[in-house]
């Protein structure tokens, strides 16, 4: 069975710093590009960082270049996201999802499992 499970959001004041997690079971990780995605309220889905099953390419909404940093470890079947200089704009649910042999693109309509997202605030 294909799980994706996200963890490691929350509150965090503007300019703070998250890590997101996304543990991943029943596939094999080094087959898949994993997405990460977020939704704010009112506003549709955007792809905020993919990276490729070969972890050879990674892409990154332009927004969040420089602060955010998308990460894979086959072994340890995880994907993070590790998160910088949060701005309230950043606020929104994640979600990470896979695409089976994926280049690292943030087509959404590629990615064929999803999570079911966790929770970013960033507030002061």
């Known amino acids: 069975q294909v799980q994706l499970v996200e963890s490691g959001g929350g509150l965090v004041q503007p300019g703070g710093s998250l890590r997101l997690s996304c543990a991943t079971s029943?596939?094999?990780?080094?087959?898949?590009?994993i997405g990460w995605f977020r939704q704010a309220p009112g506003k549709e889905r955007e792809g905020v960082s993919c990276i490729s099953s070969d972890n050879g390419k990674t892409t990154y909404v332009d927004s969040v270049k420089g602060r955010f940093t998308i990460s894979k470890n086959n072994a340890k079947n995880m994907v993070y996201l590790h998160m910088n200089s949060l701005r309230p704009e950043d606020t929104a649910v994640y979600y990470c999802a896979a695409e089976i042999l994926g280049k690292g693109d943030c087509h959404e309509d590629a990615y064929d499992f999803w999570g079911r997202g966790t929770q970013v605030t960033v507030s002061s």
């Open positions: 029943g596939f094999t990780l080094g087959h898949y590009a």
